[in-house]
């Protein structure tokens, strides 16, 4: 898909304004971060990313780096309190809803020990953590107030604290 597809399918998938908001900046953003190949074509991009942080950050409470590897279709879902590390990476058609963390796990002398893999197709529901070099699988569902520190199987329901397998989906 080309750069305006993409735009075009990320208003396309998001039904709330705020999602529309946040995920189209971030696909614009991103698009220009991921060009950049050295300090001098940063510096040249460094309005747009400001712009980006202004606008989801401070206004819109939510926090995604652009550096963040997002595949296409994102979906969140009223996007307040979303923060995810810069090193996460997710997968294609993902929904997010409000006040979700996905997050590096660190030690006590503060390294980093990895952060989350969001394989394609997952749900995860309002006020879940996700936190650690854990794979949550395609076609997962994370519900709503859920710790996740393990990994999560393909089509499988988890929810808890911590997540709990709830059941399989079903597979047709």
């Known amino acids: 898909m ?6 075009k399918e990320d208003i396309k998938n998001n039904k709330s304004f705020k999602g529309r908001i946040i995920v189209v900046s971030y696909t614009i953003t991103s698009f220009f971060r991921k ?4 300090k001098f074509a940063l510096i040249l991009i460094a309005p747009i990313i400001i712009f980006y942080k202004l606008i989801t950050d401070i206004i ?3 926090e995604i780096p652009a550096s963040t590897k ?3 279709g994102l979906i969140i879902h009223h996007g307040r309190a979303t923060v995810l ?3 996460v990476v997710i997968g294609n058609n ?3 809803k409000h006040n ?6 660190t030690d006590l002398e503060d390294q980093d020990l990895g952060s989350p893999n969001i394989e394609d197709k997952v749900v995860i529901e309002p006020h879940s953590i996700i936190i650690g070099p854990i794979t949550i699988g395609k076609n997962a569902i994370v519900g709503a107030g859920s710790v996740v520190i ?5 089509y499988s329901i988890v929810a808890g604290n911590p997540a709990r397998l709830i059941r399989k989906i079903e597979i047709d």
């Not at 080309?2 to 735009?7: A, E, N």
């Not at 393990?150 to 393909?154: C, I, L, M, W």
């Open 2 to 7: 080309g750069f305006l597809k993409d735009i």
């Open 35 to 38: 060009r950049a190949k050295n």
């Open 60 to 62: 819109l409470g939510c």
């Open 70 to 72: 997002i595949g296409r």
């Open 85 to 87: 590390n810069k090193n």
């Open 94 to 96: 993902v929904t997010l």
């Open 100 to 105: 979700t963390t996905i997050g590096s796990k």
């Open 150 to 154: 393990k990994d999560v199987e393909p």
